[in-house]
């Protein structure tokens, strides 16, 4: 009994010898609330999540059309369910399946600005790496080797950590695991599974993963015990009770504003991407971090099935079988693979280890030497909130505190200086925040939401910013006032055709940002001007390029 407890991490009661419990002393409950060389281990990983969060200065993709539409929901008191911030698919109507995350977002924002809402994303992200370690704990019964696989799981998703709805998929999964795995032992926790997924369809579009963990331990079940007990399986009480949580579930997805057909949503978003070959949902490269974690993570993975120790279990081999696969083809499953493989990997690697190398001689008592590393993870927690960046070491000395939304900002009071409104054509990425700062007075060619863009504006915007010989016409049909070109190679091709076009005058930059605006009106209604903005029977040759596609912040 002694064994069961101290492999969950908990102490057993203190008995009478007639096996009343009896209270324990505040000395003894003084004494365990002491830092030990466990609390280190069991920290350090999620600590370590909410640093590198907490001080990212990188441009926080997706985030401000997210908070722009979750604006207008609040403004406005019903959903936003068309395009009000491009100029290309004006009008367009469209499932806002993050409708629930935006209102929150902007809730922060307008409670604590960006830094609120980072020190708040940082946090769930911590919250539920630290919920990952402890579930690793209870399966390999090590705080050593879970946290030593909380670490490695840090790295792996290390450049998926933005502000941005998966933050709260990543968390809902977890905890969905949590409840799978617990169920064994108490079936009631599968009453909770479906209240996530309600929660789940309405935040981000990522909820169909649940549904398929639910179903790998419902397939799990129903194997194990057709090899028991052949076919009847169908008396089986936990088969019919994960049955009935996979329906409940499936039901529960519909509960949002659009039923059945958020569904078309996550199709029509994950097969756009993949055809357009945006960064995060083409395979795992060796180029990024995390598809270095993801290929060492599947060579440990074969390495500990085929040791001797142990083999993995029916509902093992069923989870690695079924998230495997997405990984190979998408950085983004990259997530859910690194997520349902660390407790699979913390028991197989803890069943080839010696007891003796699993724990560590007094782990459980409180220690200086404890006391004081948690102290000073501590104040890494601390001096790694957004509102201590004028202070804090790590802002001056590990990356610079400076953020390009500060130069986009400044483009857009300029824009506003300027004019009341125009047209705005730059990459998609910036766009968002020129719809969150000035929209949608000053509507966008394109933005994030990828999906509502038919290929022909997709085409036409790979044309401009690739410097194409038609990327002149282009703008003149859009009736583009303003452009916001990278000083980087992502415009390489495009710069030196504005700077040279006579249609096109500098107005100011901010960092790697320039903004020109348009000095005469468009050529197609001036036919002395060709389609690369200069005098007919002077147009020169125009290099051609494929465009470059958003990829994820570099650490």
């Known amino acids: 009994m002694n064994r069961f407890w101290r492999a969950g991490g908990v102490n057993p009661p203190v008995k009478l010898h007639r096996g009343v419990h009896t209270p324990r002393s505040p000395k003894v409950i003084l004494h365990r609330l002491l830092p030990t060389d466990l609390w280190v281990r069991a920290l350090l990983a999620p600590v370590f999540v909410f640093i590198a969060c907490g001080i990212d200065r990188n441009y926080q993709t997706d985030l401000w059309h997210h908070l722009a539409r979750g604006r207008a929901i609040a403004t406005e008191g019903r959903l936003l369910d068309e395009d009000r ?215 440990a993975m074969l390495v500990l099935i085929a040791l001797p120790g142990r083999r993995p279990t029916v509902r093992e081999v069923c989870l690695v079988v079924c998230f495997l696969p997405p990984a190979c083809g998408s950085v983004r499953m990259v997530a859910w693979w690194l997520l349902i493989a660390a407790p699979i990997a913390a028991s197989l690697l803890a069943a080839n280890l010696a007891r003796g190398r699993l724990t560590t001689e007094g782990e459980e008592k409180p220690t200086l030497g404890a006391g004081l590393t948690c102290a000073a993870l501590l104040m890494g927690v601390v001096l790694s909130l957004p509102w201590l960046e004028r202070w804090s070491p790590f802002f001056r000395f590990v990356r610079s505190p400076h953020r390009i939304e500060y130069d986009l900002q400044e483009i857009a009071d300029r824009l506003q200086h300027e004019r009341t409104t125009g047209r705005v054509f730059t990459r998609f990425e910036w766009s968002e925040y020129i719809t969150w700062s000035l929209g949608p007075d000053f509507p966008v060619f394109m933005d994030g939401r990828i999906e509502i863009f038919p290929d022909k504006i997709w085409d036409e915007y790979s044309a401009v910013t690739s410097g194409r010989a038609d990327w002149q016409r282009i703008l003149n049909k859009y009736q583009v006032d303003y452009l916001l070109i990278d000083a980087g190679p992502y415009h390489a091709h495009l710069r030196p055709l504005v700077e040279d076009s006579p249609l096109w005058q500098r107005v100011c930059a901010a960092g790697d940002i320039t903004l020109y605006h348009r000095t005469g009106p468009p050529a197609e209604k001036h036919g002395d001007l060709c389609e690369g903005g200069r005098a007919c029977g002077t147009l020169k040759t125009v290099p051609s390029g494929t465009t470059a596609v958003a990829s994820p912040p570099s650490r």
């Open 85 to 299: 911030f491009t100029y290309t698919v004006h009008g367009k109507r469209f499932q806002d399946v993050n409708w629930l995350c935006q209102l929150a977002f902007y809730g922060l924002y307008q409670a604590g600005r960006l830094e609120l809402l980072q020190a708040v994303n940082a946090l769930v992200l911590a919250g539920t790496m630290a919920i990952l370690v402890l579930l690793c704990r209870r399966r390999s019964g090590s705080m050593l080797v879970a946290g030593g696989v909380g670490l490695v799981v840090f790295l792996g998703l290390w450049q998926l950590f933005l502000i941005r709805p998966q933050t709260v998929s990543l968390l809902l999964f977890v905890l969905l695991y949590v409840v799978l795995e617990g169920a064994k032992r108490r079936p009631w926790l599968l009453v909770l599974a479906p209240c996530l997924l309600a929660l789940w369809v309405n935040v981000h579009g990522a909820f169909p993963i649940g549904l398929v963990l639910i179903g790998c331990y419902l397939l799990a079940a129903f194997l194990e015990e057709v090899w028991k007990r052949r076919w009847e399986v169908r008396k089986d009480r936990r088969v019919w009770l994960l049955a009935a949580c996979l329906a409940a579930a499936a039901l529960a997805t519909f509960v949002n504003p659009y039923g059945w057909r958020v569904y078309e949503y996550v199709g029509l978003t994950s097969g756009t991407a993949k055809a357009r070959k945006i960064d995060e949902w083409l395979p795992p490269g060796l180029d990024l971090l995390t598809g270095k974690v993801w290929v060492a993570s599947v060579l």
